[in-house]
């Protein structure tokens, strides 16, 4: 065997050795991952959104920025409606969440695509939470939920949260904190 051939098997074998151990790396961060995200969302109501959620009354801020006053019900009813058989995003941010503002252009390309409605938690009076998006640039279908009515309805405890809800109105998928937009692409999709 000569030291050309030698020399490529050694850094083959020292190549496939480190391998794995980036593979037990990447590993234990998606575990880690995974039962962080499933600690945060323990509470989370899984399954047909609670009557009392969806019973609630808030102004709602359509995307022209024109406020009304409307139930999470009827304005879940009418999204679904203009998009019949679509899985729906419901993202629940806060104007304080500095982690809300990095992700909204990740939110708001997801909207372009796909029905999302958007609700601000504890984000002050809807004349401040029209100010707020009109200033981002943010066409976003949202709930004004000044006291978390909501989010803590449906057992999200933290900013932001993003879950889907089906046609069948089941709540499936959720996630909090930092996303990408192709996991939450892929929740959108996967929840049927």
Same mark, same amino acid.
């Given at each position: 065997?000569?030291?050309?051939?030698?020399?490529? #098997?050694?850094?083959?074998? /020292?190549?496939?050795?480190?391998?794995?151990?980036?593979?037990?790396?990447?590993?234990?961060?998606?575990?880690?991952?995974? /039962?962080?995200?499933?600690?945060?969302?323990?509470? $989370?109501?899984?399954?047909?959104?609670?009557?009392?959620?969806? /019973?609630?009354?808030?102004?709602?801020? !359509?995307?022209? %920025?024109?406020?009304?006053? *409307?139930?999470?019900?009827?304005?879940?009813?009418?999204?679904?409606?203009?998009?019949? %058989?679509?899985?729906?995003?419901?993202?629940?941010?806060?104007?304080?969440?500095? =982690?809300?503002?990095? =992700?909204?252009?990740?939110?708001?390309? =997801?909207?372009?695509?796909?029905?999302?409605?958007? $609700? &601000?938690?504890?984000? +002050?009076?809807?004349?401040?939470?029209?100010?707020?998006?009109?200033?981002?640039?943010? &066409?976003?279908?949202?709930?004004?939920?000044? @006291?978390?009515?909501? *989010?803590?309805?449906?057992?999200?405890? /933290? $900013?932001?949260?993003?879950?889907? =809800?089906?046609?069948? +109105?089941?709540? @499936?998928?959720?996630?909090? +904190?930092?996303? *990408?937009?192709? +996991?939450?692409?892929? !929740?959108?999709?996967?929840? #049927?």
């Amino acid at each position: 065997m000569n030291t050309f051939s030698k020399g490529l #098997r050694q850094r083959v074998w /020292a190549w496939a050795l480190d391998w794995k151990s980036h593979l037990i790396t990447v590993t234990m961060l998606v575990a880690v991952v995974w /039962a962080v995200q499933t600690w945060q969302t323990r509470h $989370v109501a899984g399954g047909p959104l609670p009557d009392a959620v969806l /019973a609630t009354a808030l102004t709602v801020i !359509r995307p022209d %920025g024109s406020p009304h006053q *409307s139930t999470v019900g009827a304005e879940l009813a009418a999204l679904q409606a203009r998009h019949p %058989g679509r899985n729906v995003g419901l993202y629940v941010w806060a104007e304080w969440c500095p =982690i809300c503002k990095t =992700i909204q252009g990740t939110v708001d390309g =997801i909207a372009q695509d796909h029905p999302v409605l958007t $609700v &601000a938690m504890q984000s +002050g009076p809807p004349e401040a939470v029209g100010r707020y998006l009109r200033g981002r640039g943010l &066409a976003w279908h949202t709930l004004v939920d000044p @006291r978390a009515q909501v *989010s803590g309805g449906l057992g999200f405890g /933290a $900013v932001p949260t993003f879950a889907v =809800i089906t046609p069948q +109105g089941q709540l @499936r998928w959720p996630t909090v +904190g930092l996303s *990408s937009g192709w +996991g939450l692409r892929l !929740r959108l999709w996967l929840a #049927r």
